[in-house]
């Protein structure tokens, strides 16, 4: 309800492009009764249905097309490259690069290079930010999330058990300072998991039965993950959230200087996690769109410049990103954050809006000069009414663990009104489960299984409300 979500297009001087983000569910608690059990992708060792399966790779763009196509960057590359102050294109990005594929569906076609985006985030290290650029990873979603997509590593395949994952870089992606991306961020990452020294262990999908993974580097451009057990699930784990990417995309080439292992001046690893994240060190090399440049006053002010380095392109082969500089200003108050979105000092906002504002930024559509985009969060019942288990007071604590409870706290909800008058009448009434919108349910029977798990305990029914309280 308090995210917003944007157009990836905008034009230089376009002005206040604002999407809203929708709840695509309003449940009255959590669900009190099992609907039934989704298929178990590991049964017989066999690997799941999609989308964890890699697609075929994309057709790569040559490298001699690219030296000749000058097009395909932002001028102010071409002129550097001119002024011989950096390589060209084709020695920059993957012959084979990454496509955001997305046909330009829904707008206005192909972006244009230039110009600032100004916009805010709500505390200093840029969680909304990161939400929008910072995703970097292995094995990423598709558009549509209906199947996962190559991301850095351009395919990988799976042991017959699901035992062994390998992966496959692409090669010729670069850090932002122009360093080549290879298998060895990932070994330099797992290398400090395992490090007794270091405070972070293996996260949860690196393990199975408790026992970590191995992991094997044969290569610069492959990764081997050797688990305890079937784990077909990882290529899953690596695609969501910018979160993992984050942790594992270690340049470690510029890292080296505050491990210990490499540097006799360093004892542990405190300068090394003050200086591994961008937000926190500009100097840090990393494969956003945008790296930054400056962080003034403590993070009230961070400017990022484009990354000529960037491995990703449009379906045209142009490289992305299209806007030259970022400029986004620290406002935690949700106040200041309207009136700012309402005078038309914001280009594009994705998050840090509450939904409850919706009216006021429709009114001020004219004056502000900028259009308000309604878009679904695919949240399920993230608005929602959660109960305290293990409340302090034993009788209330009962009543909680009782399902006669629950169930007739979930009758007594009118889940139309909350709709009506908490969401506008623009959320999807229905039980505390995910969303519709889950690959899950893509088939007939997953469509079967969610009507059953949306409807369960949803009814608004005052009398069976009251017979479970009697």
Not at 25 to 52: E, K, N, Q
Request: with cysteine; net charge negative; hydrophobic share 35%.
């Amino acid at each position: 309800m308090d995210e917003i979500k944007s157009e990836s297009r905008m034009k230089p001087g376009e002005k206040n492009l604002l999407t809203y983000l929708l709840p695509t569910a309003l449940a009255g608690l959590l669900a009190c009764t099992g609907g039934g059990s989704a298929p178990d992708p590991t049964v017989s060792g066999a690997a799941p249905d999609s989308p964890v399966a890699a697609p075929e790779a994309r057709t790569s763009l040559e490298a001699p097309v690219l030296a000749t196509r000058t097009s395909l960057e932002a001028p102010e590359l071409s002129a550097r490259v001119a002024a011989g102050t950096l390589p060209p294109l084709h020695e920059r990005i993957p012959a084979n690069p990454l496509v955001a594929n997305h046909d330009y569906e829904g707008y206005d076609g192909p972006g244009v290079y230039g110009g600032t985006w100004r916009k805010f985030h709500n505390n200093t290290d840029l969680g909304s930010w990161k939400m929008i650029a910072g995703y970097a990873p292995l094995i990423r979603w598709n558009r549509q999330t209906t199947g996962l997509e190559p991301g850095l590593a351009e395919s990988w395949t799976f042991n017959e058990d699901g035992t062994e994952l390998t992966l496959k870089l692409r090669e010729g992606v670069r850090w932002s300072d122009g360093h080549p991306y290879t298998s060895a961020s990932f070994r330099a990452w797992y290398d400090l998991c395992l490090d007794e020294r270091h405070r972070y262990p293996p996260p949860v999908w690196c393990l199975v039965d408790g026992t970590p993974m191995e992991v094997e580097t044969p290569d610069d451009y492959t990764i081997v993950m050797k688990f305890a057990g079937p784990n077909w699930l990882v290529p899953l784990w690596l695609a969501t959230g910018f979160w993992w990417s984050e942790e594992y995309n270690v340049p470690e080439h510029y890292m080296k200087q505050f491990h210990p292992d490499h540097n006799d001046d360093v004892d542990d690893f405190v300068l090394y996690e003050k200086r591994r994240l961008p937000q926190r060190n500009p100097d840090q090399p990393s494969l956003w769109p945008w790296t930054i440049s400056r962080i003034e006053k403590g993070g009230f002010r961070v400017i990022l410049e484009r990354n000529p380095y960037y491995y990703v392109v449009d379906d045209d082969g142009r490289q992305l990103p299209y806007i030259d500089q970022v400029v986004t200003t620290l406002v935690p108050e949700a106040q200041i954050r309207v009136l700012r979105v309402l005078a038309g000092e914001v280009d594009c906002q994705f998050r840090d809006m509450e939904l409850r504002d919706f009216s006021l930024f429709m009114e001020g559509r004219e004056k502000g000069d900028y259009r308000v985009k309604l878009w679904e969060s695919a949240s399920g019942a993230d608005p929602a009414i959660n109960l305290n288990w293990s409340d302090n007071d034993p009788v209330l604590r009962g009543l909680i663990r009782d399902q006669r409870f629950r169930k007739a706290l979930a009758a007594a909800i009118d889940r139309e009104k909350c709709n009506a008058v908490a969401f506008k009448g623009l959320a999807q009434p229905q039980a505390a489960t995910v969303s519709e919108e889950g690959w899950h349910f893509l088939s007939e029977e997953g469509a079967r299984l969610f009507d059953l798990w949306k409807a369960t305990d949803a009814d608004y029914d005052i009398p069976k409300a009251n017979r479970l309280l009697d």
